[in-house]
């Protein structure tokens, strides 16, 4: 008995170019988890994330025709799920980004202990974040979007991503200066 043949990731998007459902299918089930785990942190929900991951996937089946083999897929993707997540959200957080910068404090300029987390550290103390500020601080350190393409994906000025991120930093060193002071 011969084990099953391994399909290639190219094979599965030539045949999902083809319409073959099946490969599509099977592009959905390879890539689901990676698709959730990036459109968890940009949703305010596990019932929000399902919904812009499956809308995802939608977009990428419709313009999977335009994908350039030579470029990698998971960046293409990761692309489309950002989007799309931010799509979803992009109504309430025009909404919160008038009210939060009409009631901000001035920003401090200490650099501290937050430069020095892990990444799981900083997932925990992200959920303590507002969604804009979150939103932000995952485009700009986790995926590796500019300021500029922050803005022009949120429809915001590049200057005010820098404002959110910097809040969004300023937040997370005075969660952690209480957290010490508590266990300290």
Same mark, same amino acid.
């Given at each position: 008995?011969?084990?099953?043949?391994?399909?290639?990731?190219?094979?599965?998007?030539?045949?999902?170019?083809?319409?073959?459902?099946?490969?599509?299918?099977?592009?959905?089930?390879q890539?689901?988890?990676?698709?959730?785990g990036?459109?968890?942190?940009?949703?305010l929900?596990?019932?929000?994330?399902?919904?812009a991951?499956?809308?995802?996937?939608?977009?990428?089946?419709?313009?999977?025709?335009?994908?350039? +083999?030579?470029?990698?897929?998971? &960046?293409?993707?990761?692309?489309?799920?950002v989007?799309? %997540?931010?799509? #979803?959200? @992009? !109504?309430?957080?025009?909404?919160?980004?008038?009210?939060?910068?009409?009631?901000?404090?001035?920003?401090?300029?200490?650099?501290?202990?937050?430069?020095?987390?892990?990444?799981?550290?900083?997932?925990?103390?992200?959920?303590?974040?507002?969604?804009?500020?979150l939103?932000?601080?995952?485009?700009?350190?986790?995926?590796?979007?500019?300021?500029?393409?922050?803005? +022009?994906?949120?429809a915001?000025? &590049?200057?005010?991503?820098?404002v959110?991120?910097?809040? %969004?930093?300023? #937040?997370? @060193? !005075?969660?952690?200066?209480?957290?010490?002071?508590?266990?300290?």
């Amino acid at each position: 008995m011969h084990p099953p043949k391994r399909i290639t990731e190219e094979e599965i998007i030539s045949q999902c170019k083809a319409g073959n459902l099946k490969y599509q299918e099977m592009l959905y089930k390879q890539f689901y988890g990676y698709a959730m785990g990036i459109s968890l942190r940009y949703s305010l929900n596990r019932d929000d994330a399902l919904e812009a991951a499956n809308d995802a996937f939608i977009k990428v089946f419709n313009a999977i025709n335009n994908y350039n +083999t030579d470029k990698p897929f998971k &960046a293409w993707l990761r692309t489309i799920i950002v989007n799309t %997540a931010i799509d #979803r959200r @992009r !109504k309430d957080l025009k909404f919160q980004l008038n009210i939060e910068l009409d009631n901000a404090a001035p920003l401090s300029s200490n650099v501290g202990t937050v430069d020095n987390l892990n990444a799981q550290d900083i997932l925990k103390l992200m959920n303590e974040l507002p969604a804009i500020q979150l939103t932000i601080f995952n485009m700009y350190e986790i995926d590796g979007y500019n300021h500029d393409e922050i803005g +022009t994906m949120l429809a915001i000025p &590049a200057s005010s991503s820098r404002v959110y991120l910097s809040r %969004a930093k300023e #937040r997370l @060193r !005075k969660i952690l200066r209480q957290e010490a002071q508590n266990h300290g």
